[in-house]
C-alpha cells in the first residue's frame, strides 16, 4: 500500500464520510456520479454568502467590486488549472452539460452544413451524443460513431478511416464514465488535427484524477463540471481556443453579454462576457477555487499513485467473487469498475449494498450506447475517490459476497 497520503486525515476534511446509511458508516463508492466535498468547500461558500456575497459587473458599491474580484480571480485560478493560454479562455457554465450544448449550439451550429460530419465514441455520456444528435437533425449532419474493443478502448485505426473530408468536428470524452477507460486523448487530437478538424474534449471524468494541461493536449474545446471535482454543483467550465470563441455567437441572450442594446441592434460582450448570459453562479464559482487547491496541494501524482492501488486492489478482490464479470478492461483506466453478477439485476445489488451502508451506482449511467455495446442492460459500477480505504474495499467485498448468498 502506499504511503503516498494521509487519507485518513484527508478524510477528515470530507463531512460527509462521517455519516451513516441505514445504520451503518457510509461507504461512499459513487464519486464519478459525484464527489463528496470538503469542509474548505463548504466554509467558503458559507463565509461567502454571510460575509461577502452580492452581485457582479454590475455596483459600484464595495461589496459588488470585492465579489468581481473574487469571480475574476476564481477565472484566473482555472486558467493556472488547466493551463489555457489566456485568461478569456474560460467560459463558466452550470457544467459540462451547458459546456458541450454551447458547442454545439455556437460553434457546430454556426460552421457546418449539411452534409458535414461529426465524430464521436462508441462509449459516449448522453451529454456527449445528444447535444450533437440534435444539431445533426437539424442541420442535416451526419453523426459518425468510433467503435471500441472489448476491452472498451478506441479503435485509433478504425478512428482514423473515419476521419473523411467532410469530417469537421471530433467530441470524444477523455474518460469514460461508465468504464474508466482513459482514451489516447493526444493521439486522437494530433491525428484530427493533422486532417484539419476541430476537438473537443469532455474532461468530466478526467479533471478529478489527474492533471489536465489543455495547451499539451492541444485540443480546441475542454469541458468539465466542478461537482466532480470536489466542488459545488451547478458549475461548469469551458475552455476554448481564442480564435474560435472569437468567432462563435452566443446562444444564450440577456443581461451581462451585451456591449450596447438598442431596439433597431444590440453587440455582443468581448470574452469571456459573451458566453454568460445573466447572473452567474456567483458562490459557485468563488465555491470551485478550493476544491481545486486542495487537489494541488495533495499533488497529482499522489493522488494517480494511491487511486491506482485502490483500483487494483479492488479489480483483483472481486474478480474472486464467483459470477461476477467486469465490463471494461481497458490497460489505462480511471479508478471505475463496472460489473456484473450472474442472475442478480444491477438494481438488486445497489439495493442490497445500501442496506449495508454502501452507496454505489447502478444502471446505465447516462451511456446506454456503452451497455449495448457490451451486451448488458445496466451494469453496477464502484468509482473510487482519493479519501477511499482499502478496507472500504474489504466492506464492498463482504457486502457483494451477501449479495450471492441472497440470490445465489
Known sequence: MTRALDVEKIRKE???????MNGQTL???DNAATTQKPSAVIDRMNRFYRQEYATIHRGVYTFSQLSTEECDASRERVRAFLNAAKTQEIIFTRGATEAINLVARSYAAKFLKSGDEILICETEHHSNIVPWQAIAKE?????????????GEIDLEEFQKMLGARTYLVAVGHVSNALGTVHPIEEIVKRAHHAGVVV??????????????????DCDFYCFSGHKLYGPTGIGVLYGKEKYLEAMDPYQFGGDMIETVGFDKTTYAKLPAKFEAG???????????????????IGWDAIHQYEQELLEYATTELQKIPGLRIIGTAKEKAAVISF?????????????????????????????PTMK?????ATARVSFAFYNTFEEIDKLVKGLQKVGEIFG
Do not use: N
Not at 470530507?14 to 451513516?20: D, E, V, Y
Not at 453478477?341 to 446506454?368: E, F, K, M, N, S
Open 139 to 151: 442541420k442535416g449532419l451526419v453523426l459518425k460513431v468510433a467503435p471500441v474493443d472489448d476491452r
Open 340 to 368: 456484473v453478477l450472474d442472475g442478480v439485476h444491477p438494481h438488486d445489488i445497489g439495493t442490497v449494498l445500501d442496506q449495508l451502508g454502501i452507496a454505489i451506482r447502478a444502471g446505465h449511467h447516462c451511456a446506454y
Open 200 to 217: 473537443l474534449v469532455d474532461g468530466a471524468q478526467a479533471v478529478p484524477h489527474m492533471k489536465v494541461d489543455v495547451q499539451a493536449l
Open 279 to 297: 447572473t452567474p453562479a456567483i458562490v459557485e464559482i468563488v465555491g470551485l477555487v478550493p476544491a481545486i487547491d486542495m487537489l494541488e496541494k
Open 373 to 377: 455495446r457490451f451486451g448488458v442492460a
Open 14 to 20: 470530507f463531512p460527509m464520510l462521517t455519516s451513516r
Open 27 to 29: 461507504v461512499y463508492l
